[in-house]
């Protein structure tokens, strides 16, 4: 039970992460290169802290660190989501990661395409319809949140390829490196291109410290540590339903903040047809690895040879 409520916590702070986005006062790139930055350095801190090996061949560095540039591109769009919209409508957005996993998997790892998953998908669309209809001011936001969650697909499916040849906590320490590395790289271009003249806004101010040592800390350091850990006692199956629920968490909160009248939140106010829309978007998030699981168990009755 104590790992159970462990888990659920854990989710409960990565639900958090939209709420410290919009409570830290810099722009979503420079609020990523900060976050990479801490990272990086507290995942370090922990394999050295743990005596674990974190040297690799130069091509996986690269490998990783190109991958991590996807997981920048991920972050800046999720934050920049939540500031265009609501809080709520970003998650909303992001609930459709399982979606994206759905059609790029087949792609990048050459598996064929299953059926359940693409009834799920068109149940999605019909949730992301009623939702976009229902917060029509809110469509831009909505839009970049369902880009970064078809950038979190990819890179989550790229990981499952990777994590096979590293240690989860080596993987995403160069990861983050790669993150800060292409967010400083990008920054010439962003300052000139993208900043209306403003410049670069690294300058941190009242508590965004603090809300970034928690973003960087707590919600990545920790909560990526601990759910590896968890995974070691508890069935995937589990550790991934449990994750779904990530936007319940997040949205939940989200409500909260506009109860508590917490300023930069008054928009959370939403109409039914999104709590209807949403209610659709995360049942089939919910159902997905319910399916897969006995999709896996059919298979494996069939021909326990080869599954």
């Known amino acids: 039970m104590k790992d159970y409520l462990r888990l ?27 976050r990479t930055a801490l990272a990086s350095l507290g995942l370090l801190a922990l394999l050295v802290v743990r005596r674990r090996p974190w040297r690799i061949p130069v091509a996986d560095v690269l490998r990783l660190l190109g991958v991590g540039a996807i997981v920048a591109a991920h972050w800046i769009a999720f934050f920049l989501a939540a500031r265009l919209s609501s809080v ?22 050459w598996r064929k395409v299953r059926g359940y998953e693409v009834a799920l998908g068109l149940l999605t669309m019909v949730g992301l319809y009623i939702v976009s209809q229902a917060e029509l001011d809110q469509l831009l936001g909505l839009g970049v949140a369902i880009i970064s969650a078809g950038l979190s697909a990819l890179f989550s499916v790229l990981n499952s390829k990777l994590v096979q040849q590293h240690p989860p906590l080596r993987l995403t320490l160069y990861e983050m490196l790669g993150a800060c590395l ?22 941190l101010s009242g508590y965004d410290w603090l809300w970034l040592l928690l973003l960087a800390g707590v919600c990545t350091v920790y909560a990526f540590s601990a759910s590896v850990e968890l995974m070691k006692r508890i069935s995937a199956f589990v550790v991934n339903l449990t994750i779904n629920l990530e936007p319940v968490y997040g949205i939940l909160l989200a409500v909260g903040m506009y109860t508590l009248h917490v300023s930069g939140f008054e928009e959370e106010k939403l109409s039914p047809g999104f709590y209807a829309g949403t209610l659709i978007i995360l049942l089939s998030v919910l159902i997905h690895p319910v399916l897969d699981r006995w999709d896996k168990r059919r298979l494996l009755r069939r021909n326990p040879v080869t599954a």
């Open 182 to 203: 292409s967010i400083a790289l990008f920054f010439p271009v962003y300052s000139h291109y993208f900043t209306a003249g403003k410049g670069l806004q690294l300058a």
């Open 88 to 109: 709520s409508v970003s998650l909303a957005g992001m609930a459709t990661l399982a979606l994206w996993t759905s059609l790029l998997e087949p792609l990048v790892l």
């Open 8 to 34: 659920h916590f854990i989710v409960l702070l990565w639900g958090f992460t939209a709420i410290l986005g919009k409570l830290i006062s810099v722009p979503p790139v420079e609020l990523v290169f900060w």
